[in-house]
């Protein structure tokens, strides 16, 4: 069979295989997520939950005019880009799950009684926080930096040496898998927020970096834009903005959320605030992407506490003009189009600076046995 006759069957075999959606008795429609399997859905696996936390939806504008929101072009705005975005993420991987054993406390035991085997469970775990900057010299990586580990309730724990490297106590409160790994997510939480700011200072303090001499000593990117992937938290620098791509909870209900679902590629909803002691400006915003499910394409952006309301709808509507035009494609990214192609690129840089995983295993068992 000639190659040609091969694709004209394969094509055949597989139009018949899928037939188009039909209307009318026995039809039904669907659309496929274009997630892979393996990474879920863009909405938590066990769908959207009712948020505990208080949301104002009538923040931009009333809740009974809520609309979606056309990208600033089409609304006749002149939105400027930034300069400079900065995209920031970070990584981690657990190397071992490890036991602390402990000496026995004085007078616990009888006399002569079999001494007990009092262990604390601990994870050993690299991690790395980094930065790249989307400027007129391209995309290039300002910052990494890599990190590791030990994290364990056990009070006589201490740093553990390999011929690898050092991974540094951190000691929790509780002693359960959520406990440890709850810890790990705030270290490398805080090592992600540590990488920026130095970052960011810089690129607005006309400070060149090493690798990206293209900046120029004598260029400040004053309006820079820092874009944190995943949900921002109290003190965040101004003109950043958090970026959830999986959702959780459904903070909007009744009319609002039905918006979520209409909005087209690139608009958004209007601003809405969310939380108790602190109040963060949010709205969803659909990436360009096939259509399909409701909520196909849809991320949270935020921005920090106390942001007027005037500044919010400002970094709404530079979102729109910034965001869209750094989404995935499904031939290339699993997640597309929410895990944008500079968080991406920064992900497998980062991973590959942990180091191989199976050279630092053996490391920490030779360690233990040492």
């Not at 991987?93 to 079999?114: L, M, S, Y």
């Not at 293209?214 to 003109?239: C, E, K, Q, S």
């Not at 969310?274 to 963060?280: A, E, I, L, M, T």
């Amino acid at each position: 069979m000639s190659d040609d006759s091969h694709r004209r069957t394969t094509a055949a075999t597989t139009a018949s295989a899928v037939p188009a959606p039909r209307a009318g008795v026995g039809g039904m429609r669907f659309s496929v997520d274009a997630w892979d399997p393996s990474y879920g859905t863009s909405v938590a696996d066990d769908g959207l939950k009712e948020s505990k936390t208080p949301a104002n939806a009538g923040v931009e504008v009333p809740v009974p005019a809520w609309r979606p929101v056309p990208t600033p072009a089409a609304r006749g705005l002149a939105v400027t880009p930034p300069s400079a975005v900065l995209f920031v993420d970070g990584v981690r991987r657990v190397e071992a799950r490890a036991w602390i054993h402990e000496t026995e406390p004085a007078g616990a035991p009888a006399a002569g009684a079999p001494a007990a085997n009092i262990a604390a469970p601990a994870i050993c775990a690299s991690y790395a926080g980094g930065v790249v900057c989307c400027c007129g010299a391209g995309a290039h990586l300002l910052a990494a930096h890599v990190r590791r580990g030990l994290f364990t309730s056990a009070r006589q724990a201490g740093d553990v040496r390999t011929a690898e490297g050092t991974y540094h106590l951190h000691q929790t409160d509780g002693t359960g898998p959520d406990d440890l790994n709850l810890a790990l997510q705030r270290e490398l939480r805080g090592l992600e927020m540590t990488t920026a700011l130095g970052a960011h200072r810089d690129l607005r303090a006309h400070h060149p970096f090493p690798a990206t001499e293209a900046h120029g000593a004598d260029r400040a990117f004053t309006d820079a834009l820092l874009v944190v992937d995943g949900p921002l938290h109290a003190g965040a620098l101004p003109r950043t903005l958090g970026f959830v791509k999986t959702h959780h909870s459904s903070y909007l209900e009744g009319p609002p959320l039905a918006v979520v679902g209409r909005l087209g590629p690139g608009e958004r909803t209007p601003v809405f605030t969310v939380g108790r002691s602190w109040d963060r400006p949010s709205w969803y915003l659909r990436l360009p992407c096939r259509p399909g499910a409701p909520w196909a394409g849809i991320v949270r952006v935020e921005c920090g506490s106390g942001t007027s309301v005037e500044h919010a709808v400002e970094l709404a509507d530079l979102s729109q003009a910034t965001l869209p035009r750094f989404a995935s494609q499904e031939f290339k990214d699993a997640r597309a189009p929410q895990n944008l192609y500079p968080i991406a690129g920064l992900e497998r840089t980062l991973r590959r600076r942990l180091g191989d995983a199976q050279l630092l295993y053996r490391s920490l068992r030779r360690g233990a046995t040492a």
